[in-house]
């Protein structure tokens, strides 16, 4: 996840979610062929290999909103920048916190209600108001 939270650091957010989508293939394929977390994957078949479940084949969160471009501070704020790289709308739920990344605009629903909608790829701080 190192390569990849540095492909985001330096702008190629596209590529780090195309990792992120060949990660989880391999995941999802140790999960379903094997019922297991496994510590590698072979980067052409996608069959995991090493140790079971291990903590290193669970998917990588932090690598995961970063690319999405989300960072979470409270139930009452978050940090969004950019838009989801990814092909398909992603929720994050959060301590009754919900954020809808869709291709080019998210939504913010905080516990108490409120809904904050952008559409700015700019980084910006989303509270509570």
């Given at each position: ?113 409120q809904i904050v909608n952008t559409d700015d790829p700019s980084p910006q701080v989303v509270?509570?108001?």
């Amino acid at each position: 996840s190192m390569i990849g939270e540095g492909l985001v650091s330096y702008g190629y957010r596209s590529l780090a979610a195309e990792l992120i989508n060949r990660l989880m293939s391999g995941i999802a394929l140790s999960l379903k062929s094997e019922g297991v977390f496994r510590h590698h994957f072979d980067s052409e078949t996608g069959r995991g290999g090493g140790e079971r479940n291990i903590l290193h084949g669970f998917a990588p969160l932090t690598f995961f909103m970063e690319t999405l471009g989300v960072r979470l501070i409270s139930p009452q704020q978050v940090v969004l920048s950019g838009f989801n790289p990814f092909p398909w709308p992603v929720t994050v739920k959060y301590r009754g916190m919900t954020i809808l990344r869709q291709r080019d605009r998210t939504v913010v629903v905080f516990p108490d209600g409120q809904i904050v909608n952008t559409d700015d790829p700019s980084p910006q701080v989303v509270s509570l108001s």
